[in-house]
């Protein structure tokens, strides 16, 4: 899994490499833990880029959560304006 651009401004991509089929969700938490964005693709495999949105946030630091069939990664978002 790759996250890029971080630091972002106003977009930031999460690139996943599915070997099989599965749910994919994506949720983007403040550093108190509230959820700012969340999000259920279906299901999915191969390689998928899933653009998120980051324009409502304010500058300051953000976790997004990726959650598949096959567990949860968890990866440290910067959001600059």
């Not at 997004?64 to 990866?75: C, N, Q, R």
């Amino acid at each position: 899994m790759e996250v890029f651009p971080n630091p972002t401004s106003d977009l930031f991509y999460i690139e996943l490499a599915l070997k099989a089929p599965s749910q994919i969700q994506i949720a983007v938490r403040d550093i108190s833990g509230r959820l700012m964005f969340e999000r259920n693709y279906g299901n999915l495999e191969g390689e998928q880029i899933f653009p998120v949105n980051t324009i409502t946030l304010q500058s300051g630091v953000y976790f997004a959560e990726i959650t598949t069939d096959e567990g949860s990664l968890t990866k440290k978002i910067i959001v600059n304006k």
